[in-house]
């Protein structure tokens, strides 16, 4: 079994609609990290947590927000869906302990029409 | 704004040949990482080098840092067809080690 998995894998939205997407990983890392992929962009932060009190914004956090509902759990919502934050969405997660390597899930295709 | 600028945007070689992808960057870092992309997955890191390090080798893989220059390279030697991917530059910084990424460079090894 995928040690962080993502879900839904795919989804297509209208704009205006609040949408959430759910990270869970059985790594046991304290970490956990939340990206936009769009072409020619490379990987963009938008939220991280280094354990289930802490949450931080992260390079692009306007339109998002997040809850890290236990270590394993870090969901990310999108309140109110609008075009532009069509993407590819990946969770990640890291244990410094360990090294300083993320870990991340297949991603989430979002679509906002 | 991204910490990391990738070059070649686009690579396509023989299989056999070495394939060779630049890194530059704009500030202090703690690490620098590579990693790799197939077609819409998920991320996979390869290999990490820290910023008091100047080369490290990983089977066919070799990373140098130059950080006078803020800048990293990968080769991957004697390419290989399943070696097609994305492959992105990330650096670390701060405390927490947040990771920056590059806009990537697309290697396609052809038979």
């Known amino acids: 079994d995928a040690d962080v998995t993502q879900t839904p894998r795919n989804r297509i939205t209208k704009t205006g609609k609040r949408i959430m997407l759910e990270c869970s990983q059985t790594?046991?890392?304290?970490?956990m990290y939340w990206y936009r992929q769009d072409p020619g962009l490379g990987l963009r932060l938008i939220y991280y947590?280094?354990?289930?009190?802490?949450?931080n914004k992260g390079e692009i956090s306007d339109g998002y927000s997040v809850s890290r509902q236990a270590q394993a759990k870090f969901s990310l919502s999108l309140e109110s869906a609008i075009p532009n934050q069509t993407a590819l969405y990946f969770c990640?997660?890291?244990?410094?302990?360990?090294?300083?390597?993320?870990?991340f899930g297949p991603g989430t295709r979002l679509t906002v029409t | 704004s991204q910490q990391g600028e990738e070059d070649p945007q686009a690579l396509s070689i023989q299989e056999g040949e070495n394939a060779t992808m630049n890194c530059s960057y704009k500030?202090?870092?703690?690490?620098l990482q590579w990693y790799r992309q197939n077609s819409g997955r998920g991320l996979v890191h390869l290999i990490l080098?820290?910023?008091?390090?100047r080369e490290k080798h990983s089977g066919r893989l070799r990373v140098t840092l130059d950080t006078s220059k803020k800048s990293s390279s990968l080769l991957i030697t004697a390419s290989r067809a399943a070696d097609t991917a994305s492959y992105f530059c990330?650096?670390?910084?701060?405390?927490?080690?947040?990771?920056?990424f590059g806009t990537g460079t697309q290697l396609k090894v052809e038979l």
């Open positions: 990640a997660t890291s244990d410094p302990g360990q090294g300083f390597e993320q870990y």
């Open positions: 790594k046991g890392h304290d970490r």
């Open positions: 947590s280094f354990d289930v009190k802490d949450i």
């Open positions: 500030t202090s870092i703690n690490n």
């Open positions: 080098i820290r910023s008091n390090e």
């Open positions: 990330a650096t670390g910084r701060g405390g927490g080690n947040k990771l920056t």
